[in-house]
């Protein structure tokens, strides 16, 4: 019994260390984009990265540039939300729907469906890139948001995990429901989709920290500037001819926002939808 203990000790204190130096390395970026925020752009391109202070270089020229400064970065940043907002509704309404039918009914070639799904998480973009360029192009969608939006509606690791997570409702609950005469939307609707609370906030946060983050797929369909998504606009700033990196640092900056706000608003619920989801079924 005691040794379990000392072992036990040991163990929590590898932990402690193990999530202390993760902790290092995922602030460590964060903390040197900010120093950088205050500095001329020049010193990007000279030092790049840093950890210097230099409160001698300090200034707030990057930020009167960023909110008074001719350019389309807030026309990109309005983009990018209306984007991830509309991409993150569509993919839970229709990933939902899909787990929920996993789930929930026994149907002919379920599990050929499904397993079919469990392919699809193992294929990269860049391999199905090619055909869905041409099925947009063919469809008349280029330069379009519906083309960004539509390839990804049904996402195979949000399916996957709503399944999972709705295989530990009880049937016997959407029995009741069906003797109580409420139709099989209403049992969705009324008594699924408030358990799956938990479930649609960890799933918020990573498909809009996909969304926000997405580049190579909104670079190939995308093509008017005035529809540049954040990270677009922002690869834009450095080219052959020109390059403005004192915007860039500070844009970079500000783009980590949102994604920071969405996750401490929904930790409690990402916590715990994580956990019911990796123990169910």
């Given at each position: 019994?005691?040794?379990?203990?000392?072992?036990?000790?040991?163990?929590?204190?590898?932990?402690?260390?193990?999530?202390?130096?993760?902790?290092?390395?995922?602030?460590?970026?964060?903390?040197?984009?900010?120093?950088?925020?205050?500095?001329?752009?020049?010193?990007?391109?000279?030092?790049?990265?840093?950890?210097?202070?230099?409160?001698?270089?300090?200034?707030?020229?990057?930020?009167?540039?960023?909110?008074?400064?001719?350019?389309?970065?807030?026309?990109?940043?309005?983009?990018?939300?209306?984007?991830?907002?509309?991409?993150?509704?569509?993919?839970?309404?229709?990933?939902?729907?899909?787990?929920?039918?996993?789930?929930?009914?026994?149907?002919?070639?379920?599990?050929?469906?499904?397993?079919?799904?469990?392919?699809?998480?193992?294929?990269?973009?860049?391999?199905?890139?090619l055909p869905l360029y041409k099925?947009?192009?063919?469809?008349?969608?280029?330069?379009?948001?519906?083309?960004?939006?539509?390839?990804?509606?049904?996402?195979?690791?949000?399916?996957?995990?709503?399944?999972?997570?709705?295989?530990?409702?009880?049937?016997?609950?959407?029995?009741?429901?069906r003797i109580d005469g409420a139709?099989?939307?209403?049992?969705?609707?009324?008594?699924?989709?408030?358990?799956?609370?938990?479930?649609?906030?960890?799933?918020?946060?990573?498909?809009?920290?996909?969304?926000?983050?997405?580049?190579?797929?909104?670079?190939?369909?995308?093509?008017?500037?005035?529809?540049?998504?954040?990270?677009?606009?922002?690869?834009?700033?450095?080219?052959?001819?020109?390059?403005?990196?004192?915007?860039?640092?500070?844009?970079?900056?500000?783009?980590?926002?949102?994604?920071?706000?969405?996750?401490?608003?929904?930790?409690?619920?990402?916590?715990?939808?994580?956990?019911?989801?990796?123990?169910?079924?």
């Amino acid at each position: 019994m005691k040794s379990k203990k000392i072992h036990d000790r040991y163990a929590t204190i590898a932990m402690t260390i193990l999530f202390i130096i993760l902790a290092i390395m995922i602030i460590l970026p964060i903390y040197a984009l900010f120093i950088a925020s205050f500095k001329p752009g020049g010193d990007l391109l000279q030092y790049g990265l840093n950890l210097n202070l230099n409160l001698e270089r300090w200034s707030l020229d990057n930020y009167i540039l960023l909110f008074a400064g001719k350019h389309e970065y807030w026309l990109w940043f309005l983009n990018s939300i209306i984007l991830t907002v509309i991409s993150v509704l569509s993919t839970l309404a229709v990933s939902a729907f899909v787990g929920y039918g996993f789930a929930a009914y026994s149907f002919k070639g379920q599990n050929v469906m499904f397993v079919i799904v469990l392919i699809i998480l193992s294929i990269p973009l860049e391999v199905v890139m090619l055909p869905l360029y041409k099925q947009m192009s063919t469809w008349g969608l280029m330069d379009n948001y519906l083309s960004v939006i539509l390839p990804f509606m049904a996402n195979a690791s949000t399916i996957f995990f709503f399944r999972q997570y709705l295989l530990g409702i009880p049937k016997s609950l959407l029995e009741a429901g069906r003797i109580d005469g409420a139709t099989e939307y209403g049992i969705f609707f009324r008594l699924v989709v408030p358990i799956m609370k938990p479930a649609f906030a960890a799933m918020a946060i990573l498909n809009g920290m996909s969304a926000w983050n997405n580049y190579l797929w909104p670079l190939l369909v995308i093509r008017s500037s005035s529809k540049y998504t954040l990270t677009l606009g922002l690869n834009t700033l450095i080219n052959p001819y020109g390059d403005n990196y004192s915007l860039l640092i500070v844009g970079s900056f500000f783009s980590i926002i949102p994604i920071f706000i969405l996750f401490v608003c929904f930790q409690k619920y990402f916590i715990e939808g994580m956990t019911a989801g990796a123990v169910k079924g």
